[in-house]
């Protein structure tokens, strides 16, 4: 598929030919070709049997002059079938490449963080090339040095220091619930259920499992309407309380020395360590700021 990309693109033909004269080029080709070959079968029909007799000689019986009209009418139409195919190919095929090749465009104007993606896909492939294998095409594409080589390694640590760790997840949930919670309850006065406790950890624990994981590991922010809000209601979901432990989780929890050393315990190394905990900021700051965006006023 992307070669196929690359093919239109590299082909200035195509690049530069308005779509609707290569349409109407394609219609009116298509419409000349069945025309003529209207005309050739007429002249087959009518034609070719009387001017064969006329050039043969008289003593030629009539199973020998069909013989010969027959193999002259059959190579005629093989001709204009030929003729027809090179037209139309190079005619109607341009026009749909022409077709393509605009539709690609309008798609990537109204979708530009796909072909981003796509962008980073292809630099990242170049990250995990060392230099004594690198081609001329993957040292085009990018350098080892650039950012998001930095972002592939955090990346990397974050799948496999939390990702599949769910008792490290649940304790970063439980936490940062704990402390918000107890917040609230000094602040307002407010007396909660065990099970309405449960719910608000268990939806915190989602939003680090999946929402968080996820989104670190295809390197795109999962829609926030994938995850209902249930504490401490499903109707009336307490907005700024999401964002609050998960602002916890952000500044305290995820940075702590429990949390980190375990990390550290799995990775064994303190670069991909610094480039997990930085990855995890940078989207932790992005969900607390979709979330805000979307919370109630106080």
């Known amino acids: 598929m992307l070669r196929d990309k690359l093919k239109l693109h590299s082909n200035p033909m195509i690049r530069h030919q308005n779509p609707d004269l290569a349409k109407h080029r394609a219609i009116y080709d298509t419409v000349g070709l069945i025309l003529v070959a209207f005309c050739a079968a007429l002249v087959i029909a009518f034609g070719l049997r009387p001017l064969i007799s ?139 259920t065990e099970e309405t406790e449960q719910i608000f950890f268990q939806d915190i624990y989602v939003y680090l499992k999946a929402w968080l994981m996820m989104s670190i590991t295809h390197g795109y922010p999962m829609q926030l309407g994938y995850i209902r809000q249930r504490y401490p209601s499903t109707h009336y979901p307490d907005r700024v309380a999401y964002i609050a432990a998960l602002r916890i989780v952000k500044e305290r929890t995820i940075k702590s020395s429990r949390v980190t050393a375990q990390m550290n315990e799995t990775l064994k190394d303190q670069y991909a360590l610094n480039q997990a905990l930085t990855l995890l900021d940078e989207y932790l700051a992005t969900l607390i700021t979709q979330l805000s965006s979307h919370a109630s006023p106080e």
């Open 54 to 192: 006329s050039s043969l000689s008289d003593s030629t019986d009539d199973a020998a002059k069909s013989i010969v009209t027959i193999i002259t009418s059959l190579l005629i139409s093989l001709f204009f079938m030929w003729l027809s195919f090179e037209r139309i190919k190079t005619t109607v095929g341009l026009a749909i490449d022409v077709a393509v090749e605009q539709k690609l465009i309008k798609y990537k104007q109204q979708n530009p963080a796909i072909e981003q993606r796509l962008r980073t896909q292809l630099q990242e492939y170049s990250c995990a090339i060392p230099p004594s294998h690198r081609s001329e095409l993957s040292i085009q594409t990018g350098s080892p040095n650039m950012i998001i080589c930095n972002k592939r390694i955090g990346r990397d640590a974050v799948i496999r220091s939390l990702s599949y760790n769910d008792e490290l997840l649940q304790g970063i949930a439980y936490t940062a619930v704990a402390q918000t919670l107890s917040r609230t309850n000094r602040n307002q006065l407010v007396h909660l």
